[in-house]
């Protein structure tokens, strides 16, 4: 576009981009800190020259290579924030955390936690007894009766937790009432 300096108005390009002409100023300037351009500001006219050949947009190609890698990470990103949005399951925090390499406990707060906590158990009891459900279900398909009597923990603690378990499709029941790990 441009071969050599090129005289350009500041005010122009402020009026047309809806910036004050300030912002244009800081914006060329950096421009050129940048080495993107090279910028000569001036009272009357100001200078602007590219420092290094445009190239053509048919010029510029990405390899197949390279965009699938890009598509793969943005996929799984997507993948990331729909699995948060939809989780009914998983504490938003702990989802969060996980998506940046950190770990956390369940935080309580969020409208994951919050629905479970209105079971009335503890993190400690919850997890005792769904870890007695997976371990159980390994090897068996109970009904719930059958289920509740084999754990040994309060039956209406119990009851809660396969309840929950159902009611997020954790566990399901087929049409002999069997439960079974989904």
Same mark, same amino acid.
């Given at each position: &576009?441009?071969?050599?300096?090129?005289?350009? *108005? #500041?005010?122009?390009?402020?009026?047309?981009?809806?910036?004050?002409? +300030?912002?244009? =100023?800081?914006?060329?300037?950096?421009?050129?800190? @940048?080495?993107?351009?090279?910028?000569?500001? $001036?009272?009357?006219?100001?200078?602007?020259?590219?420092? #290094?050949?445009?190239?053509?947009?048919?010029? @510029?190609?990405?390899?197949?290579?390279? %965009?699938?890698?890009?598509?793969?990470?943005?996929?799984?990103?997507?993948?990331?924030?729909?699995?948060?949005?939809?989780?009914? *399951?998983?504490?938003?925090?702990?989802?969060?955390? /996980? %998506?940046?390499? #950190?770990?956390?406990?369940?935080? $309580?707060?969020?409208?994951?936690?919050?629905?479970? *906590?209105?079971? /009335?158990?503890?993190?400690?009891?919850? +997890?005792?007894? @769904?870890?007695?459900?997976?371990?159980? &279900?390994?090897?068996?398909? !109970?009904?719930?009766? $059958?289920?509740?009597?084999?754990?040994? =923990? !309060? #039956?209406?603690?119990?009851?809660?937790?396969?309840?929950?378990?159902? /009611?997020?499709?954790?566990?399901?029941? /087929? +049409? +002999?009432?069997?439960?079974?790990?989904?």
């Amino acid at each position: &576009m441009f071969t050599e300096f090129v005289p350009i *108005n #500041e005010e122009a390009l402020s009026r047309k981009s809806a910036a004050t002409r +300030d912002t244009i =100023y800081q914006y060329l300037v950096k421009l050129s800190s @940048l080495n993107i351009i090279r910028y000569i500001p $001036g009272k009357k006219s100001a200078l602007v020259i590219f420092t #290094e050949e445009r190239l053509v947009r048919k010029a @510029l190609l990405i390899s197949a290579d390279n %965009y699938l890698n890009v598509k793969e990470k943005y996929e799984i990103r997507l993948s990331k924030m729909i699995d948060y949005a939809d989780s009914e *399951n998983r504490c938003r925090s702990v989802t969060l955390l /996980d %998506y940046f390499g #950190e770990e956390s406990d369940r935080c $309580g707060i969020c409208d994951v936690c919050r629905e479970r *906590n209105e079971l /009335d158990l503890s993190k400690y009891e919850f +997890d005792l007894i @769904l870890d007695e459900v997976k371990t159980i &279900m390994i090897d068996k398909n !109970p009904d719930a009766e $059958g289920l509740v009597k084999m754990i040994d =923990y !309060p #039956e209406d603690k119990v009851i809660k937790v396969i309840r929950w378990l159902l /009611d997020h499709n954790k566990i399901v029941q /087929d +049409d +002999d009432h069997r439960l079974s790990w989904s």
